[in-house]
């Protein structure tokens, strides 16, 4: 029998921004009590919380403070450090574990993990000169991506190249240490999918979901995504060999590009709650923050149902007062706010909508203004 975190025990979770307050939400509602740790005062997530503590995600007093607090800790951030995790992990129980943190913290381990398991990638050069970039780019071609070793949002991490003139773009990234050089896959969709996992071994496969992208941060999420059942149950089954690989609990999300000619291509790991899952909060019978809460405290993990088709956008500060506009006009659409008052990287909130028609809802959300 699995250890069960029982209701009033306290959830600790490393990082509090929007999927924070996501995941707060969830705790509360099964009444836990939540700690956030996050550099932030009063945070997305730590507004919903009972407590915070201020300060850098990877400080070690705050880590040992937080892990004595606590009953089980969770990471919100990608950028926790292994290190961090493990220091956690020797005070409270911290179900994820740290084997898929370490993979996709570092884009190099990433790829040889992927590349063991015989997953489709993009082609890739390691850089760590300027020279480097010259001699990767004449086998890689252009355009080409170049990116940083770490993932971390607060620097720039990603430069796409289209000729030796933008090689001069390299340098900000080149200061931060070794880069590696991809191929730009010229790809048709940019799929999700998202799993959880329990330490019963249940294992549930959210529906996949298209991703739209700018600057890198997603703004739109279609769910689920218009392909084949032969490529969806491609995607379902590089998830699944992914979840089984890294003895999964709690959730993860893999993202892949899908290219005009059916091929797959596996892009990125992301080693717990991801944005695209937003739209499960509304469309299916189970959100992804509650599975993920379920699974870190032990307990079982339902069927997934699908139950309507959904447009999920983001609201920045750029389209603030199209959402304010909407907001009083459609009683059925589901709108959230994060709890800032200025634009921020995850953006101020987001609307879900709800619909049989996935193409007529972009038509409706483009004639508000919403996506311009």
Partial sequence: ?????????VIGIIGGGNLGRMLTLSAKKRGY????LDPVLDCPAAQLADWQLVGDINDPQLLTELAFKCDVV??????????????ISRTVSFPQGIELLDVAQDRLLEKAYLEAANFNIAPYATIVSPEDIEIASRELGFPCVLKTLHRDKKKKQKVTLYSEEDFEKSATLLVHGTCILEALIPFERQLSVSVVSNPQGEIRIFPISENLYRDDVLYQNLFPAHIDDEVAEEVNRIALDIAQRSHLIGTMTVELLLTSSGALYVDDITPTIHDSGLSTMDACSISLFDAHIRAICGWPLPEIKLHSKAVMVKAFENNRSEVKNQLQLKPDWHFYYYGVERDYDEGIGHITVLTEDIDMTIELLQDTGILN
């Avoid at 029998?1 to 025990?9: D, F, L, R």
Wanted: charged fraction near 20%.
């Fill in 1 to 9: 029998m699995a250890n069960v975190i029982t209701p009033s025990k």
């Fill in 33 to 36: 009590q939540v700690g956030i």
């Fill in 74 to 87: 969770t990471i919100e951030a990608e950028n926790v450090f292994s290190e961090s995790a493990q220091r």
